[in-house]
């Protein structure tokens, strides 16, 4: 299926750099109509999809790991951790740091 095939191509490039152009490639789609495609089936861009997981997978990060938060912005695929700390804080209202704390006092109290 069609989605699946792309879902799949994404999610292997989603913490590396990535271009339209290479997953339309890759897939042998041209990069216009797989925006268009997307878009119209998820509801979202693959940016916007793209980014959406790079968070949710800096949110295990942070939660699972003492991981540096520089570390955990290169491994989610952000250029620079002020890049990543400026979208995660637009997307969250909090920064990672501020996540991170949260969290762990979170777990404090349900132990």
Same mark, same amino acid.
């Given at each position: 299926?069609?989605?699946?095939?792309?879902?799949?191509?994404?999610?292997?490039?989603?913490?590396?750099?990535?271009?339209?152009?290479?997953?339309?490639?890759?897939?042998? +789609?041209?990069?216009?109509?797989?925006?268009?495609?997307?878009?119209?089936?998820? #509801?979202? %861009?693959?940016?916007? !999809?793209?980014?959406?997981?790079?968070?949710?997978?800096?949110?295990?990060?942070?939660?699972?790991?003492?991981?540096?938060?520089?570390?955990?912005?290169?491994?989610?695929?952000? +250029?620079?951790?002020?890049s990543f700390n400026r979208r995660y804080k637009?997307?969250? #209202?909090? %920064?990672?740091?501020? !996540?991170?704390?949260?969290?762990?006092?979170?777990?404090r109290i349900i132990q």
């Open positions: 299926m069609v989605h699946d095939k792309i879902i799949k191509e994404i999610n292997e490039v989603w913490n590396k750099g990535w271009s339209l152009e290479n997953i339309a490639k890759r897939l042998h +789609m041209n990069k216009y109509y797989l925006s268009h495609f997307f878009k119209k089936e998820f #509801g979202v %861009t693959i940016q916007e !999809y793209i980014l959406q997981r790079r968070l949710f997978e800096a949110n295990k990060l942070l939660s699972d790991t003492e991981m540096p938060i520089h570390q955990i912005a290169e491994y989610v695929g952000f +250029m620079s951790a002020s637009e997307r969250t #209202g909090i %920064t990672p740091n501020q !996540y991170r704390k949260n969290n762990k006092e979170f777990r």
